[in-house]
């Protein structure tokens, strides 16, 4: 596949107005992709476990205009409010996308979203939002174009995600996505994700994770400039190179069940992906003490009661907790009693592997 055949012909049908609405997913990497090459074109492949819970609802209102504007015209609400410092961000995503979606310009745009899980909870939007507005308007390709097919609909709503927040990308289907070319992985793509084509051992379908706000402020370090951060790092090279063996390994773990070498990758993949940030210039900490006081409880639960619990961590505080179905009752009651008193306010989020977006 390539980008261009992502830039539609001349549609078949006319449509005037209408409404769609797509509840999209986040979801959280294993092989974590930390930079990213121009017009978002990751710098190594990444996989994730689509989340359930955590999630984006977008409704978009469209209404042909009698011409085609000479810019986009939309209104965006955010929880039911106008939304005007949301706008800019809609604004170059839109930009981007133009070429694949030619009709942008010829409608008027009521945007209304929400997210499922609390605002500034520290949890990023970018997946799950980015997603669900790129679905929205696929579906209204969809409309103009009916012969779309259901995975070309689904590619290309990860393409145009992609183009609004690199892992968003991963967000359109589940329970398990790879993007970024991997020799290993049969049709794996930088241009979009695609749903894990090999098999997955039962362990895996039923994964939990529970989400620990440790720190629910804004983001120190935005991911435009952490990316960036990897141009001209000391070890890029070989932490890119790492992600495809991370990737190869993470493939025989996938089949076999085998989740001590889970635990190991995922958790040197969370910890590589900070260290590459206290090794950049500028540098930066993204853990806090209590990310770090979970982590060490974390590997003491471990040791002594032989549980295949683990953590992962996205570019801040926060700690993902992950573990399988079978260790649900221990682990959580392990959370309640020990890990909450380092959240802030107490907060968490239950989460588990899902199935990806759904249109509502
Ligand atoms: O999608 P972005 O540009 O916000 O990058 C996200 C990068 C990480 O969340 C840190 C890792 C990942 O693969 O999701």
Not at 92 to 104: M, S
């Amino acid at each position: 596949m390539t980008q261009e055949e992502f830039v539609p012909k001349a549609y078949t049908n006319t449509v005037l107005e209408g409404t769609v609405k797509w509840k999209s997913p986040s979801n959280i990497a294993l092989v974590k992709y930390w930079g990213k090459k121009e017009n978002q074109i990751p710098a190594n492949p990444s996989i994730s476990f689509t989340l359930d819970a955590c999630a984006t609802t977008t409704s978009v209102t469209y209404k042909k205009l009698d011409k085609k504007g000479t810019s986009f015209s939309f209104d965006l609400f955010f929880e039911g409010k106008p939304k005007e410092d949301f706008k800019p961000k809609i604004e170059t995503f839109l930009a981007r996308i133009e070429e694949y979606l030619p009709f942008l310009k010829e409608y008027h745009f009521k945007i209304e979203t929400s997210n499922s899980f609390p605002h500034s909870s520290g949890i990023a939007s970018s997946a799950s939002g980015m997603s669900a507005l790129a679905l929205c308007l696929m579906s209204l390709e969809k409309e103009l174009n009916p012969s779309l097919t259901t995975v070309f609909f689904n590619d290309k709503a990860s393409f145009l995600a992609r183009l609004g927040s690199g892992s968003a990308c991963r967000s359109i289907e589940g329970p398990l996505v790879q993007w970024g070319n991997h020799a290993n992985t049969e049709g794996s793509t930088d241009l979009f994700g695609i749903k894990y084509p090999n098999d997955v051992h039962s362990v895996f379908k039923n994964y939990h994770d529970t989400i620990l706000l440790v720190d629910k402020g804004q983001k120190q370090v935005s991911s435009t400039v952490g990316h960036n951060l990897m141009h001209d790092h000391p070890f890029a090279k070989e932490r890119f190179a790492q992600a495809h063996t991370n990737l190869d390994d993470l493939q025989t773990v996938f089949k076999e069940g085998n989740l001590k070498r889970f635990v190991e990758i995922v958790e040197s993949e969370a910890l590589t992906l900070h260290a590459m940030m206290m090794t950049s210039m500028p540098y930066f900490i993204l853990m806090k003490p209590n990310t770090l006081q979970i982590i060490n409880k974390i590997w003491e639960f471990r040791a002594i009661n032989k549980s295949n619990i683990c953590f992962t961590l996205d570019a801040g505080a926060n700690v993902h907790v992950l573990y399988p179905e079978s260790e649900k009752e221990q682990v959580y009651q392990f959370i309640k009693d020990e890990l909450v008193a380092y959240c802030e306010n107490e907060q968490y989020l239950c989460d588990r592997i899902g199935l990806g977006a759904k249109q509502l």
